[in-house]
């Protein structure tokens, strides 16, 4: 999810030069609007949001392939990637990208101190 019009059409030039790259891979995008919250995790928390969707073929080699590249254009305009969705983006990227990443590890510690709800990927991303 981008933040600032400046954002956008840099956005979409970047994925546009992505497209050979993409088309094997990709079934559908969409883009949409988001309304800001205030929700710790949110892809829109602090303002509004431009998100770009990527509907992906069952070609899971192929879409790690390129998840990369996209990542690349998206988080560096200032992009978060949605936690429901696939994504290779580090714990240091996601840290920078979510300003209260740090209050939610210690609400985790807080109320989850054994790691009973806890994942592999959770792990990995938090």
């Not at 879409?63 to 690349?72: F, G, H, I, N």
Request: net charge neutral; proline share 6%; hydrophobic share 45%.
């Amino acid at each position: 999810m981008l933040r600032g019009p400046r954002a956008r059409p840099a956005a979409l030039a970047g994925l546009r030069q992505l497209g050979a790259l993409l088309a094997p891979v990709l079934q559908i995008s969409e883009i949409r609007t988001v309304a800001a919250d205030e929700l710790w995790l949110s892809g829109s928390h602090g303002g509004d949001r431009v998100a770009f969707h990527f509907t992906w073929r069952r070609d899971w080699p192929g879409v790690l392939a390129v998840l990369p590249a996209v990542e690349e254009v998206l988080v560096g305009l200032g992009g978060r990637p949605h936690w429901g969705k696939v994504f290779t983006a580090d714990r240091a990227t996601l840290a920078q990208e979510y300003p209260r990443l740090e209050d939610f590890r210690a609400l985790v510690a807080e109320v989850d101190p054994g790691g009973c709800f806890g994942n592999a990927f959770l792990d990995r991303s938090l």
